[in-house]
């Protein structure tokens, strides 16, 4: 509903600031008593602290205490990341009776004290600046009142590996209604495949098929498999999800029996067994498939290469039970969940596309995971280990590690976590068969770091199993087609040469090739390993930035199937504990549509990537907000030509206020940056997090999406002199609000081809994308602009700063700045 | 030259050397710092290389001096994290060479002496004297039997 | 004390016999009963004969183990007074008590040779003997001439404490024993960082120049030292040998420990073969009052105290 915008009162502000030391970690490189006694003389300050840690019990105490003793109507905390603290501190508020929405935080750890470690003086005046923007935001802040909405009683699991199918187990269980979707025909994922388990040598489909069943006949699970989820909308809680089911061909009549698959004439490679072994065009990918049902392969079937044209009835007529449905059609459904477990696994990495070691050239190359096909009694060769030239049981077998792991020229940088054990794990099948096979594992590092690992790396060495330290540099085969592999013995430091019959790549996990298809679904972040992103690495790390979907297995990052199922149990454990509360609050980020000045234009329902302003082009009225789908990114506010949508705790008076209150002093010297809540002011974190050293002269301004960034914000900036403007968001595509931040990237263009026509150096505004994971870049950003900076002289500033104003509209808020500054 | 691994020699060091747990090693080089050769020049003997070689099959420690240069002081064995005995790695490493003939000229000697005499040492005239002075019982006795015997075991 | 059987070894019995004369006159004066048995041979070697062929090794150190507990097998200890015939006769002992397969084969060989396996017999060193069932406080009593004012360096020797589940003595990293036995006697123990280091000797078939330069690595270590004490002859043969060898060494005289115990208990320099020694101990001898190269001790005089 359309309202009045609430403009601020004009009242007595009495804002309390409290600066921080955290310890030393602000306290090392930030003269926090100075920034206090600094912040004191601040227009509405009627106290400023400093005390060692303000999120202490005292330090809240103390801010309670004042709130009461000062009659305190505005709080400022200068400390840790709002990303971190922020709730704590609006609890504190709330607990002195304080509207939370009236706390304001000025981040002087993670884009102060850590990042300009050995600049204190530097340091110091940019905390001074930052409390200083703050308590001119906070005279702008009003209070808020967050509305509750209600969880939908059921959840989503997408994949259905073991780390699925026991969050999905342990939903139900606790009595939620669970939709599994699944892309195969079958769910059991990686772990089917695998033959044994580390450290304890259990049979992986043993342990697992149960686990399969029980998901299948649960009463509480409805299991889609074949399909794939293709659109997500709504919010925490309330999610509505469409998933897409392929045909399968073969109604549940099916009794698994068999006699389809013995009569049909088409075969290709089965990629359950890795392509090692043949399947029919109608198949079970592996017997305890769950659910127990063949499918029919469109793409090799005669029926569907003819085009429909019945060519072939052979499974039609050998089916008793006549499960057979030809006319079967693809299906969407639609969902409505309240919570949403992302489970979608991983991938291996092909060493086929680099010829890693000859892999694809020599047939006596495999890889891991076709090493499991082959030594598992249900796989192709049945439990016999046949090299793939001669069938013959290999004398020699050499395992290599860190394929495509731990190197930044093929696959992935990082360590893959369960190759080390999974070498340990094979070479020990091999040798409980076959004891007199010899085998050899060329390594760098063997990291067995998990419960029963180290036991289980001895016993390889009780059984004989050689280590070489050395990763080989090539692999040459012999006339009979062994292969011999040469390396540097780092431990002897010589080269060495083995001649070997089979050679077994320890092939490294990697990010689903597909993970951009749900990423993009559910607005994942990626962490740096390209696996998706969890809120906090130590404190949250199942959940996700997004309300409502958490992360379970490999997909969050490579784990052993332990720690999946771990990881599962969590999810749905924190999944349970946001539906069983049945409601949750939101932050009162929703726009405010001011009737008077709204001219009907309809700019705002355009932008809006969720539809939550309801506008019709033949009435031209005052848009309608459908409050339950905004989302609060803003993006109307900066479209609104005559500035009439007003967001809650983002108006546009607060963010001139903190424009102007950073250029009082020195501009020239000074960058802007405009930071999205959810990617670059995340990334700014990590920079801190992580010590990475930048100039001082940055200061960030928040706001929930780069698509709240109006472009008069930085001409305002321009106007009053800042040197530079970094305008930043999340990557496209990665938006958290659908594409919010395609309306960034237009206006910015649209804002250089101004800047140019006025003859203004459009350089000075930069716009970069930056994920939560991009520390290292944001400071290199910055370094960057900073090293620009210094090229510019103040004559430019100068004479640049009056062309602006040729650009600038007049802004109602400006006018309002104006008088409360006044006053 | 690349050193070859050989995987049978691995396997007759592996059955001769049933009993000791030597591939056990986790190649960290305590026995290395706790060697006194070692500390001497690094080139003279490293226990932690010859403990490798033997584990993942090169035949070449035989032949080469290090395995000679062990004093058998048995620092590293007090030392070793994984209990592995390198001194009787190194005894069983060396009469695999020596009845591989690889063994060095003194050595054989050695064996050939005692084969011969029963003792290391001659008993001289000389010390027989100083005995005799000391009040010392005599020192030598008939050995041919036993010592035909062991000849025999030795060939 | 409870009798022993002695076993001589070949490099005292036959290279110096003043240690075993030494030997037996500390027995005799701390009331300890040698029993002697006639028909041992070499322990043997420890390094050299088990490198080349243990199995030898292991039967000739079996049988003289058999030849110890001789026709009723009741001895109930073998005294060596070598490091090397300790660790033989040890390990081959516990070779012996764990490993079925080597003690039948061994079993057979002594059969044929009309002896006994015999297995229940301790081995020990004389060292030890006197460290565990005298200690050093209850030797102090028994002395009737202290080293008083000498400053003596020790060389346990490896196998005297190592390989600790055999030997069975001492801290095998860190020894004290001697150090407590040479105190005992009086005299100042040098304390110096390479104290457990190897001799070098048992390489000096295979690589003399390695070999000395162990040996002269410890003589240097201990230069201010006015002897340098061991428990084993092989020790004392390279530490002499490495003096000879190369003049640039400082003199450091070697004492086999027994030869100063007996001297404390009151031996007179000569009866004990203290004149065989090839770098010359007259200076330390003459201090503790015994004239130069005396066949018949001196007795009452005192050497002067250093400073």
Redesign the interface.
Known sequence: MAQKAQKPEKEDLRIGVYVCHCGLNIAGSVDCKRVAEYAATLPGVVIARDNRYTCSDPGQELIKNDIKEFNLNRVVIASCSPRLHEPTFRKTLEEAGLNPYLLEMANIREHCSWVHLHDREGATRKAMDLVKMAVARARYLQPQVEPTVPIKQAALVIGGGVAGIQAALDLADTGYQVYLVEKEPSIGGRMAQIDKTFPTMDCSICILAPKMAEAGRHPNITLYTNARVKEVTGFIGNYTVTVHQKARYVTAECTACGDCAKVCPQTAPNEFDVGLATRKAIYIPFPQAVPARYIIDPDLCLNFIHQGVMVCEECTRACEKKAIDFTDQDRDIVLEVGTIIVATGMDVYNPYENHDYGYGIFPNVITSLEFERLINAAGPSGGHLLRPSDRKIPKTVAFIQCVGSRSERNGAPYCSNVCCMNTVKDALLIKEHWPEVDIYVFYQDIRAFGKGFEALYKRSLEEGVVYIRGLPSRVEETRNRNLVIYAEDTLLGEEVALEADLVVLSVGLIPRRDRDEVQKLVALSLSEDGFYLEAHPKLRPVDTAIGGVFLAGAAEGPKDIKDSVTQASAAAARAGILMARGEVKVEALTPVIDEDLCIGCGSCARVCPYHALAWSKEERGVPRLIEASCAGCGTCSAECPTDAITMRHFPDASIYAQIQALTEENPEEKILVFACNWCSYAGADLAGVSRIQYPANARLIRTMCSGRIDMDFVLYALQRRIGMVLVSGCHLGDCHYINANENTLRRVKNLWIKLERQGIDKNRVQLAWFSAAEGAQFAAKIREMAEYLKTLSREQIEREAERVLKLRRRKPEEKLLSRALQA | MAVRIDPEFRRLVRERLRDLDFNQCYQCGKCAASCPVFHRSPELLNPRKIIHMAAIGVREVLTQPPLWRCTTCYECVEQCPQTVNFVDLVVALRNLAYEMGMAPRGVQEEVETVLKQGFVYPLTGRIRQVRQRLGLPPAASDLEGVLQTLREVAS | MSAHVLY?G??I???Y??F??AA?FVAKKLGMELV?R?????C?????????????WL??AA?NLAVAAGQNGDAGSLVALCNGCFETLNTALHLLKT?QKQREQVAR?LE??GQTLSTCLQVKHLVQVVYETLGPEELKKHLVRPLEGLTLATHPG??LT???DIARFDD??NPRALDELVEALGARVLDYP?K???C????F???RE?SL??AA?KIRAVAQADGLVVTCPSCFQQFETVQMLDRSLPRVPVFYYFELLALALGADPG???LD?HRIKADAVLARLGHAKSSAHGVSGARGTKPN
């Open positions: 001589p070949c490099l019995s036959r290279r016999p003043g075993e004369a037996r002697d006639e028909g041992f041979t070499c043997p070697d420890p390094v050299w004969l088990r490198s080349a062929r243990q199995d030898l039967r000739m049988r490993d060989f044929s040779q490896c196998h190592r390989p600790s095998p990293l390479t457990s280091q190897c070098g000797l048992p390489v078939v295979t690589d390695l330069s162990l690595e009866e004990i073969g065989q």
